[in-house]
């Protein structure tokens, strides 16, 4: 760690006006515009572009070559996959500036976006939810909810460790980390 607490590479660029918390490191060719605020011990992997006032929680992992744009927001313990894609505008244009439209994206706690999935802006995402590689995701996504394909559907429901789940009697617990859940109305899963 640097005197400043957090590391970055000398190939990457921090504008003025970024905020970066103590255990942070950024990796090669990196550029973080003004404006842009993260989290303690975050991870952000090599090529990564962080926009203006994008906001990072806590220890989120941010892999090779990935695109935050102005409007994401993403809270504690995140996962985002290798070349995922964000986006903030529903209809660009070159020719058009709609700087004005950027939609907002939240990502909640805990969730994992796996590598080469495209997350249309204006979504939430839910906590702990596990969206599968390559997914293409245009609707909000609830939480703890297995989701993947193109368009992305939810298939299934995990535990916050990750773990698929079966559901019985809308019940479950996970067979790894033994936590137990209800689910509500087919569509709504409560962690006890």
Not at 34 to 44: F, M, T, Y
Not at 156 to 175: A, F, M
Request: proline share 3%.
């Amino acid at each position: 760690m640097s005197e400043t607490n957090y590391f970055v590479h000398e190939t990457s660029y921090i504008d003025e006006n970024v905020q970066i918390q103590k255990g942070t490191k950024i990796w090669h060719f990196c550029h973080l515009m003004p404006g842009s605020r993260i989290g303690e011990h975050c991870n952000i992997g090599q090529n990564v572009f962080i926009g203006s006032d994008v906001v990072l929680g806590n220890r989120v992992k941010v892999q090779n070559n990935v695109s935050l744009y102005t409007g994401v927001f993403c809270e504690d313990d995140v996962f985002l996959g290798p070349s995922m894609v964000f986006t903030n505008v529903i209809n660009p244009r070159a020719f058009i500036e709609r700087k004005n439209e950027f939609k907002t994206t939240l990502i909640k706690r805990g969730a994992s976006i796996g590598a080469n999935a495209t997350i249309v802006c204006g979504t939430t995402i839910g906590k702990f939810a596990f969206i599968g590689a390559g997914a293409l995701i245009s609707t909000n996504i609830p939480d703890y909810a297995l989701v993947y394909g193109n368009p992305g559907k939810q298939r299934g429901w995990v535990c916050r460790c990750g773990t698929k789940l079966d559901i019985v009697n809308n019940h479950s617990q996970c067979r790894e980390c033994k936590r137990e859940y209800t689910l509500i109305n087919d569509n709504e899963l409560i962690e006890k």
